[in-house]
């Protein structure tokens, strides 16, 4: 079946300017997650949604990043003023209960 | 707090020969392990978990991975490494708070021919 779908694939922008990174889960998968990973890092963890609701989101780094699952299915990232230091790729994954985490290929973030 | 070492940054073996992946972890109460793999350009995917049960569980791939509560750890396996197995390999932990996972920083496995 379908896996987790991210788009775009890669976004480039200006220092500045605001940016949405779309999701959308493998379909009836309850639970979504936002990771970030930089170069030869490992992912971290942004933000965790059950359902509708964000169940934790201590890993946005500030006010900036913000992100939506209205109907707890796709959900958005969203991200002001970006800086260069945004550059990243932005991972997506979903789960059911038990079920081990199913990523996306991710949404290359350059900010110039 | 929850978290995963992962001591070694490359790893580097002959096509053949027998391969392991380093990973330490520091919770508290059971652990949740994970072990994901991932190639250029993609995002991870899934190879094996230990939740309870056998020390010894087996993966995607040939892969499988060794609990050891005494040493916390949970070492990656391969019995004979292939060339296609070159990628980058991230342990994690489930967070007892919820259902994130917790990664480490990576190791880079490099097999040769």
């Known amino acids: 079946g379908a896996g987790v779908s991210q788009t775009p694939s890669n976004k480039v922008t200006e220092k500045g300017k605001y940016v949405e990174l779309r999701c959308d889960p493998i379909s009836g998968h309850t639970a979504l997650y936002w990771y970030r990973q930089s170069l030869g890092q490992g992912p971290e963890f942004l933000i965790y949604?059950?359902?509708?609701?964000?169940?934790?989101d201590s890993g946005l780094p500030n006010d900036r990043f913000f992100a939506v699952r209205p109907e707890g299915s796709v959900s958005t990232l969203k991200i002001q003023r970006t800086e260069r230091g945004d550059s990243a790729v932005y991972l997506c994954?979903?789960?059911?209960?038990?079920?081990?985490?199913?990523f996306g290929n991710g949404t290359r973030l350059t900010v110039t | 707090a929850q978290s995963v070492a992962q001591p070694e940054d490359q790893v580097n073996v002959a096509e053949g020969n027998p391969l392991t992946v380093k990973c330490t972890y520091s919770v508290s109460g059971n652990p949740y392990l994970f072990w994901y793999v991932q190639y250029p350009n993609r995002g991870l995917q899934f190879l094996l978990k230990?939740?309870?049960?056998?020390?010894l569980v087996k993966g995607s791939y040939g892969f499988e991975a060794e609990f050891n509560k005494s040493q916390t750890s949970f070492h990656l396996k391969k019995p004979s490494a292939l060339v296609s197995d070159s990628a980058l390999y991230f342990c994690?932990?489930?967070?007892?708070?919820?259902?994130?996972?917790?990664f480490g920083q990576g190791t880079e496995l490099s097999v040769k021919p």
């Open positions: 230990y939740i309870t049960g056998d020390n």
């Open positions: 994690a932990v489930r967070d007892n708070q919820g259902g994130k996972l917790i």
């Open positions: 994954a979903s789960s059911d209960y038990n079920s081990p985490l199913h």
């Open positions: 949604f059950q359902g509708t609701g964000a169940a934790d």
